[in-house]
C-alpha cells in the first residue's frame, strides 16, 4: 500500500474517525484505525461495537491496500505534522509515514482479526446537516445523565411520514423537536432509541454536510443500529433497548397563567440570582402583571433577588425551579422571546420559544419542565 | 469554666416504660419492660420496679424474661413517645433557644442563653445557683403537671458534669455540681464513666492499673496522650479534670433519616423480601417528610442470615420526597444484592438532605393516575354499594399484586399502609385498640386465635380485662391517648 495525501485532509480524517476509539479497547485491534487505499480514495475505520464510524477522501493511491494501525497514535502524528503533502507506505509489518523531513515507522494491527463493520442500514431519508444538529441539540440537554435508567440516556427518533419527533428526558424535563425531513419512501413509519451523547456528537460533525442521510433498521430487522451519513462520513450506532416513556400524555393542554419574558434578560438574571443558589437550590419566579421577580436562597444562607419585565396572562403564579434546568430550557429554546405556560406552581410549566413579543409560540420545540416544591 | 452552673441536662426517668405505666393504670408500679419482643428484641426501657430483677435497657429480651417472668413485656409505641417529647422539649425551650436534644427522653439546656440568663450573668455565683437550682425544681414540676411523668435535672458548668449530675439525681431528683466541687463529684467514678471511654479504653487503662477517674486526672496529659493517642488521650484527660468546652447546639441536624427491622424469622421469599423493602421505604419518606425534609441518596442496608451487613446506595441528579421515587430506587438497589440464604435485617434510609424536592415527571403521573383510579372506584362503589366491582379490580392497570397477594402470610406488622389485603390480624402486647362497646384499651396478650384487652385509660381506674377472637369485629386498633387529660398532644380523644 502507497498512497498521498493532504495533511489537512488527513488529519480530519483520522480525528473523526478515532473519535469512537475505546480509550481501554478489550480486544486489542479495536484500538486500531483502518485504512483502506482503492482507485483514488482513502479510507479510514473505527468500531468499538457500539458505534462505528467511516470516512472517505480523495488519496493520491498509488498502490492499493489495507492496514491497521493504532488510532490514537495516527491522530496524535498527523494533528503535529507540517503542512504538507503526507506520504504513507507499507513496509512488510510496518507503516511508515512521511512529511516534509519527518518520518515516522509505526507498527501494525493483524487486519484480519479486525471485526466486520456493521453494515449500514438502508438509507430512509435525509434531513439538513445544520438543521438536524440544532434539533438534536434542543432535545439532548434535557436527555439523563446517569446510567441507573440506561433509557433515559437516550433520545427517542420518532419518524411518522415526512415528520421526524425527537424527544429526550431525565424525568425532570422533557424535550420534543418536531422536524421535517425527506423520505426515500412514502408511509414510513419507524422509532429508535439513540443513545443522546453519540447522537449529539455524530449529529454536530456531520453539521458541515449539506445534507445527512438517516438510515434506520425498521422495527425488529437489523441488530438495532441506525446510521447517519453526510460529505463522506459514515457512523452507525446501537441502539438502546427499553420502553421510552410515552410523553404526547405529559404535555399539558391548558393553562391558567401564560407568561412571555424577552429570553437573554430572563438568562441573565437566573444566572445572577442563582449565584447565591448553591448546589441547585432553587430560584422562585414570581409572575405578575409587567413583572417576573426572582428570588434564590433562604434563611441564613446568602439571598438574592431581581425584577424582569414580563408580560402575563390568567392568574398570578409563584413557582421554582432547578435553576440549571431552567437555564438548559431557556438556551434550547433559541428565541428572542421564551413563553412559560402554567397550570399550577406544582405541575409541569412549558418552555417555548417566540421571535417577537407577539408572535405565536414556536410549535415545533417544547421544553417541559417540572418545578421545585418545599419540602414538608 | 462558668461560674454559675447554668448548663442543664434534663433526663426523663425510664421514659418509655413510664409512659407506658401513666398510660395503663393497672401497672403502676408493677414492674414493666419495653422493647422488641420477637426472639431477636432487645429491652429499650426497663421500669425501675424491673431494674430491681436485674434487667436493664439492649439486654437481649429473652435474657430479660429469664430475670422478671412476671413483668408486663410490651412493644414501644413511638407516636405517642414523640408526643410526650414533644411537650417536654416545648418546656426545655421556654427556659432557653438553646436545647440540644439527645434522644426522646434527653436534653441539655443552655439557661444563660434563656430569659434568665441576665440575671444570672449578673448576680453572684451564690445567687446564679440559688436561682438556676430553683429553675430546674419548677421544670421537673411542670413536667409532672404537663405529661404526668417524672424527670431528673443535673446542673454544671460543663455538659459533661451536667450528664452525670442528672445521673446522680435519678429518679426524680435534681442534683447541682457547683463550681469547685468537680473533683469531689469526679474522683470516685470508675473511668468508664467518661464519654469516650469504652470497654477497649478501659482495658488499655485497667492494665496500668486506671480504674477510676480519680487516677486518671492524676496522670499527665502527655503520658495519657501516649497511651490513647493524641486527640483522644488529650480528650480523656480534659475530661478526667472537668474540663468540657462543648457548647450546648440547638437543633443539630439531622443528616439523614432511615428505618429498619430485624425480623422474627430470616426472610427467604423474594417477594416477601420486597414488600417488607416496599413497607420500609413508605415509613422511611414519612419520617422524612415529617421532618420536612428531602434527600437525594437512598441507601437500603441488608443483613443477611450470617451477618454479613450490606448497604447499596444510589444518588439522584436532584433531591426528591416523593414515595414513588424513593421506593422505586430501594426496589433497584436491593436486586443488587444476592440475598441467598436468608435476610435477618432489611433498612431504607435517605441522605443528602434537603428543604426542596424537586418534581418527578413520571412519579407525577404515576400519583395522578392512582388517584383518577381511585376516584373512579369510589365513583363506582357509590353507584353501587353492594357490589364488589369486577370491573375496577380488572381495570387495575398496574396489575401487581401487592405483598405477593392475599394468600401469602405477612408475619408481622398488621395493618398500616396501603395493604388492605391483610387477612389475619396480629395483635401486639402494649398497642392501643377500641372496642365499639367497652371503649378505650390495650392489648395484654394474644395467641391461640385469641386476644385478651384490658379496658383502661390513663385517666381512670385499673381497668377489666376481656377476652376475644381475634378477628372479633367490634375490636379495632386506635391511637394512643394523651396522658394528662386534655392536652395538647395526641390525636383524638
Known amino acids: 500500500m502507497k498512497f498521498r495525501v493532504e495533511r489537512d485532509v488527513l488529519a480530519e480524517a483520522v480525528a473523526w474517525a478515532a473519535r469512537s476509539l475505546p480509550a481501554r479497547p478489550p480486544v486489542p485491534v479495536l484500538a486500531g484505525l483502518l485504512l483502506a ?26 498502490e492499493p491496500g489495507t492496514v491497521l494501525v493504532s488510532g490514537r497514535l495516527l491522530a496524535d502524528i498527523s494533528r503535529s505534522l507540517p503542512n504538507r503533502p503526507v ?58 445523565r446517569d446510567d441507573t435508567l440506561p433509557v433515559l440516556t437516550g433520545v427517542r427518533v420518532e419518524i411518522e411520514g415526512d415528520r421526524v419527533t425527537l424527544a429526550a428526558t431525565d424525568r425532570y424535563r422533557f424535550a420534543v423537536r418536531d422536524l421535517m425531513w425527506k423520505p426515500e419512501q412514502e408511509g414510513l413509519s419507524a422509532v429508535a432509541l439513540v443513545p443522546a451523547k453519540t447522537l449529539l456528537d455524530t449529529a454536530k460533525s456531520l453539521s458541515a454536510g449539506d445534507v445527512v442521510s438517516i438510515a434506520l433498521a425498521g422495527s425488529g430487522k437489523g441488530e438495532g443500529l441506525i446510521g447517519f451519513e453526510g460529505a463522506g462520513r459514515r457512523t452507525t450506532t446501537r441502539l438502546l433497548e427499553g420502553e421510552f416513556p410515552k410523553f404526547r400524555a405529559l404535555f399539558p393542554t391548558e393553562f391558567n397563567s401564560v407568561a412571555t419574558v424577552p429570553t437573554p434578560a430572563f438568562v441573565e438574571a437566573v444566572k445572577r440570582v442563582s449565584l447565591v443558589a448553591e448546589r441547585n437550590t432553587p430560584v422562585r419566579l414570581s409572575f405578575e402583571q409587567g413583572v417576573l421577580t426572582l428570588e434564590a436562597g433562604s434563611g441564613d444562607d446568602a439571598q438574592a433577588t431581581e425584577r424582569v419585565e414580563a408580560d402575563l396572562e390568567g392568574d398570578d403564579i409563584s413557582i421554582a425551579f432547578n435553576p440549571a434546568y431552567l437555564l438548559d430550557g431557556l438556551a434550547a429554546i433559541d428565541a428572542a422571546v421564551a413563553q412559560l405556560s402554567f397550570t399550577t406552581s406544582t405541575k409541569p410549566a412549558l418552555l417555548s420559544g417566540k421571535h417577537a413579543p407577539d408572535a405565536e409560540a414556536d410549535e415545533a420545540y417544547k421544553y417541559l419542565i417540572m418545578p421545585v416544591r418545599l419540602s414538608g | 469554666m462558668r461560674s454559675v452552673p447554668s448548663i442543664l441536662h434534663l433526663d426523663m426517668d425510664a421514659f418509655f416504660a413510664s409512659v407506658e405505666q401513666a398510660s395503663k393504670p393497672s401497672l403502676r408500679g408493677k414492674p414493666v419492660v419495653v422493647g422488641g419482643l420477637g426472639g431477636r428484641g432487645v429491652v429499650a426501657t426497663a421500669s425501675y420496679e424491673a431494674r430491681v430483677f436485674g434487667v436493664h435497657s439492649a439486654m437481649p429480651m429473652a435474657q430479660a424474661r429469664r430475670r422478671a417472668p412476671h413483668a408486663a413485656y410490651l412493644i414501644p409505641r413511638f407516636e405517642l413517645y414523640r408526643q410526650v417529647s414533644d411537650l417536654v422539649m416545648g418546656l426545655l425551650r421556654e427556659l432557653s433557644p438553646l436545647v440540644e436534644p439527645l434522644s426522646l427522653d434527653e436534653a441539655f439546656v443552655d439557661l444563660e442563653a434563656g430569659p434568665y440568663g441576665g440575671l444570672l450573668r449578673e448576680g453572684t455565683p451564690e445567687e446564679g445557683a440559688e436561682l438556676v437550682r430553683a429553675l430546674g425544681e419548677d421544670l421537673r414540676a411542670d413536667i409532672l403537671a404537663a405529661v404526668g411523668l417524672t424527670a431528673s435535672v443535673g446542673l454544671s458548668g460543663t455538659k459533661f458534669l ?15 455540681i457547683e463550681p469547685g466541687r468537680e473533683r469531689e463529684v469526679l474522683d470516685p467514678l470508675p473511668v468508664r464513666a467518661l464519654p469516650g471511654v469504652g470497654p477497649a479504653t478501659a482495658e488499655t487503662l485497667r492494665r496500668l492499673g486506671m480504674t477510676q477517674v480519680s487516677q486518671i486526672a492524676a496522670t499527665t496529659e502527655d503520658e495519657l496522650v501516649r497511651l490513647l493517642g493524641r486527640a483522644h488521650g488529650a480528650g480523656v484527660h480534659a475530661l478526667a479534670l472537668g474540663r468540657d468546652e462543648r457548647a450546648v447546639v440547638a437543633e443539630r441536624d439531622a443528616k439523614s433519616v432511615s428505618v429498619e427491622d430485624t425480623f422474627e424469622v430470616d426472610l427467604g421469599d423474594r417477594e416477601l423480601i420486597r414488600a417488607e ?40 441528579p ?7 421515587v424513593i421506593s422505586a430506587m430501594a426496589r433497584r438497589l436491593l436486586e443488587s444484592v444476592e440475598l441467598t440464604g436468608g435476610v435477618r435485617l432489611l433498612g431504607v434510609g435517605v441522605s443528602g438532605l434537603a428543604d426542596f424536592t424537586q418534581e418527578d415527571l413520571f412519579a407525577q ?25 369486577p370491573e375496577a379490580e380488572g381495570g387495575d392497570g398496574g396489575g401487581e399484586a401487592a405483598y405477593g397477594g392475599p394468600g401469602a402470610p405477612r408475619a408481622f406488622h398488621p395493618g398500616g399502609g396501603v395493604g388492605t389485603l391483610l387477612t389475619v390480624r396480629r395483635w401486639m402486647p402494649g398497642q392501643d385498640v377500641r372496642h365499639a362497646e367497652l371503649g378505650h384499651g390495650w392489648v395484654q396478650g394474644s395467641g391461640v386465635g385469641r386476644v385478651t384487652v384490658r379496658f383502661e385509660t390513663p385517666w381512670s381506674e385499673r381497668g377489666p380485662v376481656r377476652t376475644f377472637s381475634v ?6 386498633k386506635a391511637d394512643p391517648l394523651p396522658l394528662v387529660r386534655g392536652s395538647a398532644s395526641a390525636g383524638e380523644v
Open chain 2, 318 to 324: 436532584a433531591p426528591t420526597d416523593d414515595p414513588l
Open chain 2, 471 to 476: 378477628d372479633d369485629p367490634e375490636l379495632a
Open chain 1, 37 to 62: 487505499a482503492d482507485e483514488g480514495k482513502l479510507s479510514l475505520s473505527g468500531f468499538d461495537y457500539e458505534v462505528s464510524a467511516r470516512v472517505e477522501t480523495e488519496a493520491d493511491v498509488e
Open chain 1, 87 to 144: 506520504e504513507i507506505s507499507t513496509d512488510g509489518v510496518r507503516v511508515i509515514v512521511v512529511c516534509g523531513s519527518s518520518r515516522f515507522t509505526l507498527p501494525t494491527l493483524p487486519v484480519d482479526e479486525y471485526p466486520a463493520l456493521p453494515q449500514m442500514p438502508t438509507v430512509s431519508g435525509t434531513v439538513p446537516g445544520e438543521a438536524f444538529a440544532a434539533a438534536v441539540a434542543q432535545v439532548a440537554t434535557a436527555a439523563g
Open chain 2, 277 to 316: 423493602l416496599d413497607r420500609l421505604a413508605e415509613r422511611c419518606v414519612r419520617r422524612l417528610r415529617a421532618a420536612g425534609r428531602s434527600g437525594r441518596t437512598v441507601v437500603v442496608k441488608v443483613r443477611l442470615f450470617d451477618f454479613t451487613t450490606l448497604t447499596r446506595s444510589e444518588t439522584l
Open chain 2, 162 to 176: 451536667a450528664k452525670i449530675a442528672s445521673e446522680q439525681a435519678k429518679p426524680d431528683g435534681l442534683v447541682l
Open chain 2, 365 to 389: 403521573a404515576e400519583h395522578e393516575a392512582a388517584e383518577a383510579e381511585a376516584d373512579l372506584r369510589a365513583l363506582a362503589d357509590a353507584d353501587d354499594p353492594v357490589a364488589d366491582d
